[in-house]
């Protein structure tokens, strides 16, 4: 099956930096990549995605790139604010796992003010 | 956390007893999931829900049991024999219904359940 590692597990940064989490995958049929953020006592919220056709997306300042290559994919967060402060887990997924997310065990990013 | 619902959101329970965990959704999404969340072990899948009335295992699926007689609801029932049933229950839901490619799955609040 599936096995997703990520880091780092605790990240601290001060607030206007970036952040950067890395995840890699072992599957290499794997083709969809989810980043979710949670919020203490929360359940996780999705804040970007991508799938193994792009190399990289953008929303804001959020970006992910992927290297299908090396299997491994990346969250960049430019311009870091208080409120980025949460636990971040990326995901991996196949279109033919019956829509079965592997998560990784999760960053727990901190901004520093 | 979208239109989905977990109730309640703490649970206390003594060893031995089985506990239902209720989730609700109202994104007339087909597919549903249950995770488990422990500290620094992310999230793992219990049992997941394609379609109504049908369920299968996920990585985790010892000690619980799932029903999905309703398109909406997908409750989970930690049983006694789940050797350690303290954890946060997540659940979740896509689109589903035979998709081509991945949906996102929105999650609910959660559930902390602590068995004393």
């Known amino acids: 099956g599936e096995n997703v590692e990520q880091h780092p597990s605790t990240l601290s940064v001060q607030e206007g930096d970036s952040a950067v989490i890395k995840c890699t995958y072992s599957?290499?049929?794997?083709?969809?990549f989810p980043w979710y953020k949670q919020e203490l006592g929360k359940g996780p919220q999705l804040i970007i995605d991508?799938?193994?056709?792009?190399g990289e997306k953008k929303d804001q300042r959020i970006a992910v790139t992927l290297n299908k290559t090396a299997k491994h994919f990346s969250l960049h967060i430019t311009e870091t604010q208080p409120e980025d402060s949460a636990v971040y887990f990326c995901a991996a997924s196949n279109d033919f796992g019956n829509e079965k997310l592997t998560f990784g065990t999760g960053t727990r990013l901190t901004i520093i003010p | 956390d979208g239109g989905i619902t977990q109730s309640p959101k703490y649970l206390f329970r003594k060893e031995g007893q089985n506990v239902t965990l209720s989730c609700e959704q109202n994104l007339n999404h087909d597919a549903m999931y249950w995770y488990r969340q422990d500290p620094g072990q992310g999230l793992r899948l219990i049992y997941y829900s394609q379609i109504v009335n049908d369920f299968q295992k996920g990585d985790i699926a010892e000690g619980y049991s799932v029903s999905r007689e309703k398109k909406e609801s997908f409750p989970l029932t930690v049983t006694s024999a789940q050797k350690n049933p303290t954890a946060f229950y997540l659940c979740?839901?896509?689109?589903?219904?035979?998709?081509?490619?991945?949906?996102?799955?929105?999650f609910g609040p959660g559930t902390r359940l602590t068995v004393l």
């Open positions: 991508i799938r193994s056709n792009v």
């Open positions: 979740a839901s896509s689109i589903g219904g035979g998709a081509l490619v991945t949906d996102t799955q929105y």
């Open positions: 599957d290499s049929a794997s083709n969809y």
